[in-house]
């Protein structure tokens, strides 16, 4: 079976198992699938994150366990050929987010995260590739190569009842929220001179934060130098095809489907590292989705061993600073903020790779700085999973498990911190409050001289 990721991490997998049922078709991937063993944590609804779409709807058929029942009932009914099309699967994957929540809390990692992204990827081989799909996949390339188009439209459909009204019409986005409306003006990199004491790091600025969100990588490369860091923006290799267009980790592209693209994106972020490898410079980055793809779903695009080594100098900014902090006696002077007891809410990603811990690290470090955390699922918004017209109704549903009752609770003077961008974005759809990024608290918090 010719498939679109590779799975050769799962080739001994099942081998010996007498339970694992895998499929007859699909090889590697098959088994990938089969790793589940029915536990059904994926069917829980207290702490946790694992499975968005079970916690809202109280139906197996919209849990992880159900959709691995569907792909092998699938590959073992099917021909290769058309398994990907088969009906069940479109009904069984409808409400997945992607959340990666069951590869970390499911007791057999199944990462159906990228069982996702396989799926579509051959489902677009047999029946092409929609137009909404192609839209938001593309984002990285709509930002960056037609940034002043995208913000008129994104602005005139934000403005116009009657066009969100076409708009859902024909693509089948949601007129009942705005769309995220690009910064007046991106991101403009720089590198840092002077001293650097303590070295020099790579900040990694995402799609979004670059075009949609540029003060959280301003903010960050505030709080890098002020700690005593030479601060270089990553930019595409010498010889890059797309010299001017910001390096991508792909993420937009593999959530779907459209891995073709992903790849290219990952040969890009492959070729402009390829000297910091050697030297193990640190980079960082600042949206969980982007630098956490980076680390994990890079390897399945085939890349080459090259991924591993990369994956050890790929930090979130509250990482990288914990690490130090604990290492290397990194110290930052902070003052209070005076602000009353905040809100965090940590992204699915920042969840599923243990990050928050690193997160609430950073946080303790402001004098006088306090905040609870929401005990939530993922927030609904999911990437361009909230702004499907058809999910919209489920997307605010998953928000209002948790997260939009606790914002709604806090003070109306208590920052809400989320490092997600599509977080952010449910959370002032569905609050009216604007969250900040942990950078931006750091920044506000500095002693600068």
Known sequence: MKTFLDWSAYDTYGIGDAYSGIPATGGNYAKAVAVCMRSRDCQNTGKGVMCPSFRITGERKHSTEARVAAFKAALNDGTDARAF???RLDEAMDLCVSCKACKKECPSSVDMTLIKTEYLAQRHEILGVPRRTWLFGALPEWAGRHRAWLRFAI?????SKWVAQCVEK??????KRPIP????KPFAGFTSGGVAPRGEVILFVDTFCHHFDPEIAEAATTVLEHAGYKVRIA?????DAEPDRPLCCGRTYLTTGMVKQARHEGERVLAAFRGEIAAQTPIIGLEPSCLLSLR?????????????ELGKQLYLIEEFLAREHQN?????????????KALLHGHCHQKAFGVMKATRKVLNWIPGFSYDIVETSC??????????AEHYDASLQMAEISLLPAVRAAGSDAPIIANGFSCRHQIEHGSGRQAVHTAVLLRDALVLN
């Open 85 to 87: 099309a088969d009906p």
């Open 155 to 159: 602005g005139l459909r934000n403005r």
């Open 170 to 175: 024909w693509l089948g986005i949601t007129s």
């Open 181 to 184: 409306m690009p910064a007046k």
């Open 235 to 239: 930019k595409p290799a010498p010889g």
């Open 296 to 308: 994990d779903e890079l390897y399945s695009l085939g890349l080459g061993q090259e991924v591993g």
């Open 328 to 340: 290397k006696g990194l110290r930052l002077n902070l003052k209070p903020l005076d602000l009353p």
């Open 379 to 388: 927030c609904g918004m999911a990437g361009s999973f909230g702004l499907e």
